[in-house]
C-alpha cells in the first residue's frame, strides 16, 4: 500500500475569509494601548519635571555666602567713656554700624573716602553684620582693641551674584548689584576671604526682612505644635466616633445623619475651615489671632473625616470571630471592644492617621485665614502665642519682592517634601509590615 | 484662684478618688459573695464623680464669670464715656480689658498703690512687657483695677465651690463601694455617652460651618442687596469703613463664578481623560511590577501640597508658557504669565491622582464575567473596554468626575498663585481671571474692619461656595447610587 501524507491528498479551496476588519481592530487596540501609557508617562514626566525644578532652585538656599573681615573693635568708637568695665550694656547699645564697612575697606585696601563708595561697601555686607560684631564682643570682652578675623554674611544682592543667579548683562543703572561691588566680591573670592558656607541659620532664624537671615525656625516650631494639636484632639475624637457608629449605633435618623455629615465634611474645601476657624473661635470665643491652638483646632476638624473613615474600614476588617470570642467568654461590648477589636485594627488606624497628618501638614489656605499670615520672628512658647506654619512661610516668601526670597521659598519646599515623603513611607511600611490576612 | 490651677486640682483628687476607690474595693471583696466589677472599675466610677460635675460647673463658671465681668465693663464704659466724650464703646470697653490683662501683671506692691495717671503707669507696665494703645485714658485705670478686683473675688469664689463639689463627688463616689454594686456598668454608660458625643462633633462642625457663615452673610446682605450681590457683573469692592457713606463698591458674583467655572472646566478636561486612561491602562492592560511601581509614583502626586503645585505655576510654568507664546507669536506674548491655562493645566495635573483613584476603584469593581464574556465573543481587549467595561463603570465614573469637579471649584493656593486677581469676565483662556476663593483669600487678608461690606463678602462667598460643593457631592452620590446596576 502507498502511504497516504496530507501531500498527496486533495484539499479543497479554503473558502475566502470574511474581512471582519482585525488589522483595523488591533490597530485601534495598539492606539488605546498608547493613549494609556502616553497618559501616564504625561503625570510621571510632569511630575518629574516639577521635582527636579524643585530641587535645582531650592539647592542653593542650603548654602550660603560668608566674608571673613579682620574687624578692629576701636574703643574710641565703642566706648569712647571707658564705661564698659563698670556697665556691661555699653557694650551691648554700642554703634557697631561703623565696624564692618570699615574692616571691609581694610580688607579690600581701598580707601573709602566719597558717598557711592561707601554706600556701595554699606550695601556688601548684610544689615546683620553689626549684630554679629556685637555678639562677638559681648561673649567675650577681651576682644575691645584688638583686631579679629570673624565671619559675618554679605548681603543677599551679593549671595545671589556670588550663586551665579544675577544677569549681569542688564545694565549697571537696572541692577542691584553693581559692577565694582561685583570686582570686589571676585577679589575676595579669589583671596578665599569669601566663601559660601552651610546655611544653618535656615534652619533656625525665623521670620526677616532680610533674606540672608531668614529662616523656617519659628514655622517649623508652629507647624510641629499645630501637627501635635491634631494628632491628640483628632486622633481621639475621631476613634472615639468611628467605634461608636460601628460597634455601638443603631440604625436610626440620628446615626443616619452623623454619617451623611461626616461624608460632606470629607468634601468640603478647606477654606471654608478656614472661615469657621475666624468666625467661631477667633471672633466667637476669642482666641487670639495666629495662635498655634487656632491652627490646630481648625486642621483638627478638617482631618476628622478622613481618620473617621479609615479607622471605620480598619475597625469593620477584624473579623466577626474575635468579637464573638470575646462576648463568649463573658467580656462585656465595652470591653470587647477596647480590649479585642481596638488593639487589632491599630495598624489600619495609624496609617490613617499619619495620611490624615500628612495633608494637614501641608494645608495652607485655612491657616491664611486665622492670621498666621503676621510677621512672626519669635518662636512660640505656649499654643496661645502667635506663630506661623511652614506651608503659610513658603505662600510668604513666594510672594515677597526680592529674588533671595524665591530661592528660599523653594529650600523650604524641599524641607516641607523631605517631611511630607517621611510620613508617607512611614505609613506605607507600617501597613506592609502589621497586615495581616484574615 | 485661676482656672488652670482649679483643673489641675480637681483633676489630683480624681486620681486620689481613683486609687482610693481601687484599694477600698479590693479591701471589701472579702470572698463571700462574687464581685460583679472588678476594683478599677469601682475606682473609675469614684473618680468620674469627682470629676465631671466639676469640671461642668468649671466651664459654666469662667464662661458666666467673664461674661459678666465684660458686661459690667461696657455698663461702666458707656456711663463713663458719655461724659467723657469718647466715640465707640466697644473699643473703650475694649481698652479697658487690655489695661486689665496689664494691671493683672504687675506685682502686688505696684498694684497696691496705682498712679493715676497713664503717664506714669506706662514705663511700669513697659517693665512687665505690657503696651498699650495711645487711646488708654486715665479715667480707664479705676476702671480696670476694679474690673480685676471682681474677677479674682469670682474666680475664688468659684474655684473654692468647684473644689468643695469636687470632694463631694468623691466622697459620694467612694461611699458607694460594696462587694455587688454594678460599677462597671456606670463607668461603661459614660464611656458610650462620650463616644457619642465625639461622634456628634461632626454634626457641630457642619452645624457651625452654616451658622458661623450664614450671621455674617445675613449682615452683609443688609448692607448689600442679594440680587446685586448673585446676579452683579462687576466685582469692584472699594477700601470704605462701615457706615462712613462713601462708595462701598460693587460686589458680583457673576466673574468670580465663572473664573471658577471656566479654571475647573480647563483642569477636568486635562484631568478626566489622562486620569481615565492611566486607571484603565492601570487595571487592564498593565503587568504587576509595572504597577507597583507607577501607582506609588501617582499617589505621589496626590501627596505634593496644592501649594508646591501653585510655586511651580507662578515661577516656572507661567513664564514658560508666557515665552512659548511669545515665541510662537514672534515678539508679543498671547498667553499672560498668570492665565487661565496656567491654572487650569496645573490644576489639572494636581487632580489626575483624584480620578485615576476614584476610576480604578469602580473599573475594578465591574464583574469579571462580564469581561470575559466580551472577550469570549470574539472583541479584542479595547473594544472589550470601550463597549463593556466603561458603559458599566458609567454612572461611577460620573460620579468621581463630580467630585473632582467639586474639588477642583473649592481648590485655593494653585489659584491664589497661578490666577490672577482681575476679576473680569472673558472667554480667552489666555487671559487671567479670578475666583471664588482667591478673593475670599484676599478680603480677609487685608486690613479691614470687620463689619465692613469689604470682609463680610468674603463669608457670603464662603457660602456660597459650601453650598456649590454640597450640592455637588450630594448630586454624585446620587447619580452613582440610582444608576448603579447590580450585578450579582
Known amino acids: 500500500m502507498t502511504d497516504i501524507t496530507a501531500g498527496s491528498l486533495p484539499v479543497a479551496a479554503r473558502p475566502a475569509r470574511r474581512d471582519i476588519g482585525i488589522k483595523r481592530r488591533y490597530a485601534a487596540e495598539a492606539r488605546f494601548k498608547a493613549y494609556g501609557i502616553a497618559a501616564i508617562i504625561f503625570g510621571l514626566v510632569f511630575l518629574a519635571i516639577m521635582l527636579v525644578t524643585i530641587f535645582g532652585k531650592g539647592y542653593t538656599a542650603f548654602w550660603q555666602t560668608n566674608i571673613t573681615l579682620p574687624v578692629t573693635y576701636d574703643a574710641a568708637i565703642i566706648d569712647p567713656q571707658n564705661k564698659s568695665a563698670a556697665d556691661p550694656s555699653v557694650l551691648v547699645k554700642a554703634n557697631y554700624e561703623k565696624l564692618a564697612p570699615r574692616a571691609l575697606a581694610a580688607k579690600l585696601g581701598i580707601e573709602a573716602?566719597?558717598?557711592?563708595?561707601?554706600?556701595?561697601?554699606?550695601?556688601?555686607?548684610?544689615?546683620?553684620?553689626?549684630?554679629?560684631?556685637?555678639?562677638?564682643?559681648?561673649?567675650?570682652?577681651?576682644?575691645?582693641?584688638?583686631?579679629?578675623?570673624?565671619?559675618?554674611?554679605?548681603?543677599?544682592?551679593?549671595?545671589?551674584?556670588?550663586?551665579g543667579q544675577v544677569d549681569l548683562s542688564v545694565p549697571e543703572t537696572r541692577r542691584k548689584v553693581k559692577d565694582l561691588q561685583i570686582t570686589w566680591m571676585n577679589q575676595l573670592a579669589s583671596e578665599g576671604a569669601l566663601a559660601q558656607k552651610f546655611n544653618a541659620g535656615f534652619f533656625v532664624n525665623g521670620e526677616s526682612a532680610r533674606p540672608e537671615n531668614a529662616g523656617i525656625g519659628v514655622a517649623m516650631v508652629g507647624s510641629v505644635m499645630m501637627m501635635l494639636i491634631v494628632l491628640v484632639l483628632a486622633l481621639l475624637i475621631g476613634v472615639a466616633a468611628s467605634i461608636y457608629l460601628e460597634e455601638f449605633a443603631p440604625k436610626n435618623r440620628i446615626t443616619d445623619l452623623i454619617e451623611v455629615n461626616i461624608n460632606n465634611l470629607a468634601a468640603v474645601p478647606s477654606i471654608v475651615f478656614g472661615l469657621l476657624g475666624l468666625s467661631v473661635f477667633i471672633n466667637f470665643i476669642g482666641l487670639p489671632r495666629g495662635a498655634a491652638i487656632v491652627g490646630g483646632i481648625t486642621l483638627s476638624l478638617m482631618t476628622l473625616p478622613t481618620i473617621i473613615?479609615?479607622?471605620?474600614?480598619?475597625?469593620?476588617?477584624?473579623?466577626?470571630?474575635?468579637?464573638?470570642?470575646?462576648l463568649g467568654l463573658g467580656a462585656s461590648k465595652m470591653q470587647m471592644v477596647f480590649h479585642h477589636v481596638l488593639p487589632l485594627a491599630m495598624p489600619g488606624i495609624l496609617t490613617g492617621t499619619i495620611i490624615g497628618l500628612a495633608r494637614a501638614l501641608g494645608e495652607t489656605a485655612p491657616l491664611l485665614l486665622i492670621g498666621m499670615v503676621a510677621f512672626v520672628a519669635n518662636y512660640p512658647g505656649i499654643p496661645t502665642d502667635a506663630s506661623t506654619a511652614l506651608p503659610v512661610q513658603i505662600y510668604m516668601w513666594a510672594n515677597a519682592a526680592e529674588r533671595a526670597f524665591a530661592e528660599r521659598a523653594f529650600g523650604a519646599i524641599i524641607i516641607l517634601l523631605i517631611f511630607l515623603m517621611a510620613m508617607n513611607i512611614t505609613a506605607i511600611i507600617l501597613r506592609r509590615k502589621f497586615e495581616r490576612r484574615w | 484662684m485661676s482656672g488652670y490651677l482649679t483643673f489641675l486640682l480637681i483633676m489630683i483628687i480624681g486620681i486620689a478618688a481613683f486609687f482610693v476607690g481601687r484599694s477600698r474595693a479590693l479591701a471589701v471583696d472579702t470572698g463571700g459573695q462574687k464581685a460583679h466589677s472588678r476594683p478599677h472599675y469601682h475606682g473609675a466610677w469614684a473618680m468620674l464623680c469627682a470629676t465631671m460635675p466639676a469640671l461642668a460647673l468649671l466651664v459654666a463658671w469662667e464662661i458666666g464669670a467673664t461674661a459678666y465681668i465684660n458686661r459690667d465693663i461696657s455698663n461702666q464704659v458707656a456711663l463713663l464715656s458719655a461724659a467723657a466724650g469718647s466715640a465707640n464703646t466697644d473699643v473703650?470697653?475694649?481698652?479697658?480689658?487690655?489695661?486689665?490683662?496689664?494691671?493683672?501683671?504687675?506685682?502686688?506692691?505696684?498694684?497696691?498703690?496705682?498712679?493715676?495717671?497713664?503717664?506714669?503707669?506706662?514705663?511700669?507696665?513697659?517693665?512687665?512687657?505690657?503696651?498699650?494703645?495711645?487711646?488708654?485714658?486715665?479715667?480707664?485705670?479705676p476702671l480696670a483695677a476694679d474690673a480685676n478686683a471682681q474677677f479674682n473675688r469670682i474666680a475664688w469664689i468659684g474655684g473654692l465651690a468647684t473644689i468643695a463639689l469636687s470632694i463631694l463627688g468623691a466622697l459620694y463616689g467612694l461611699s458607694q463601694i460594696a462587694v455587688r454594686v454594678r460599677a462597671r456598668t456606670k463607668v461603661e454608660k459614660v464611656v458610650l455617652w462620650s463616644l457619642f458625643s465625639a461622634s456628634t462633633i461632626a454634626i457641630l462642625t457642619t452645624v457651625g460651618i452654616v451658622l458661623s457663615m450664614l450671621f455674617q452673610t445675613i449682615t452683609f446682605f443688609g448692607q448689600v442687596s442679594p440680587v446685586n450681590f448673585f446676579f452683579g457683573t462687576v466685582w469692584d469692592p472699594r477700601f470704605a469703613s462701615a457706615g462712613s457713606g462713601a462708595s462701598q463698591g460693587q460686589f458680583g458674583l457673576i466673574p468670580l463664578l465663572a473664573g471658577t467655572l471656566y479654571i475647573a472646566l480647563v483642569a477636568l478636561l486635562v484631568a478626566v481623560p489622562v486620569g481615565l486612561m492611566s486607571a484603565v491602562y492601570m487595571s487592564e492592560y498593565a503587568s504587576k511590577p509595572v504597577r507597583s511601581i507607577v501607582k506609588p509614583a501617582l499617589e505621589l502626586l496626590a501627596g505634593i501640597p496644592t501649594i508646591v503645585y501653585g510655586i511651580f505655576a507662578l515661577v516656572t510654568l507661567g513664564p514658560w508658557l508666557r515665552d512659548l507664546s511669545a515665541a510662537l507669536y514672534s515678539g508679543s506674548p498671547f498667553i499672560q504669565g498668570q492665565s487661565i491655562l496656567t491654572a487650569g493645566l496645573v490644576m489639572g495635573v494636581m487632580l489626575i491622582p483624584v480620578v485615576s483613584s476614584l476610576s480604578d476603584d469602580i473599573i475594578t469593581a465591574v464583574p469579571q464575567a462580564m469581561r470575559d464574556g466580551s472577550l469570549g465573543l470574539g472583541a479584542t481587549h479595547s473594544e472589550t473596554i470601550k463597549r463593556v467595561i466603561l458603559p458599566a463603570a458609567l454612572p461611577g465614573i460620573v460620579g468621581a468626575v463630580l467630585l473632582t469637579a467639586s474639588r477642583a471649584i473649592g481648590e485655593t493656593m494653585i489659584v491664589v498663585l497661578a490666577a490672577g486677581v482681575a476679576a473680569n469676565l472673558t472667554a480667552n483662556p489666555f487671559e487671567a481671571m479670578t475666583t471664588i476663593t482667591v478673593k475670599i483669600v484676599?478680603?480677609?487678608?487685608?486690613?479691614?474692619?470687620?463689619?465692613?461690606?469689604?470682609?463680610?463678602?468674603?463669608?457670603?462667598l464662603g457660602i456660597t461656595l459650601f453650598f456649590v460643593t454640597l450640592v455637588m457631592n450630594i448630586v454624585a452620590l446620587a447619580i452613582v447610587r440610582k444608576y448603579r446596576e447590580q450585578y450579582e
Open chain 2, 442 to 460: 484676599n478680603q480677609l487678608t487685608g486690613d479691614l474692619e470687620f463689619n465692613s461690606p469689604q470682609t463680610l463678602v468674603a463669608f457670603a
Open chain 1, 113 to 163: 573716602k566719597d558717598k557711592p563708595t561707601l554706600a556701595k561697601l554699606k550695601a556688601f555686607l548684610s544689615d546683620s553684620a553689626r549684630i554679629q560684631l556685637r555678639d562677638a564682643l559681648v561673649n567675650d570682652p577681651s576682644l575691645m582693641g584688638k583686631t579679629v578675623d570673624i565671619p559675618v554674611l554679605v548681603s543677599a544682592n551679593i549671595d545671589s551674584a556670588f550663586k
Open chain 2, 92 to 141: 473703650t470697653a475694649g481698652l479697658v480689658k487690655s489695661l486689665a490683662h496689664g494691671l493683672s501683671l504687675l506685682d502686688p506692691a505696684q498694684a497696691s498703690n496705682l498712679p493715676k495717671t497713664m503717664g506714669e503707669l506706662a514705663p511700669l507696665l513697659a517693665d512687665k512687657g505690657v503696651t498699650l494703645a495711645p487711646d488708654t485714658k486715665d479715667y480707664m485705670i
Open chain 1, 309 to 326: 473613615i479609615a479607622t471605620r474600614a480598619a475597625i469593620s476588617a477584624v473579623p466577626p470571630s474575635i468579637r464573638q470570642a470575646a
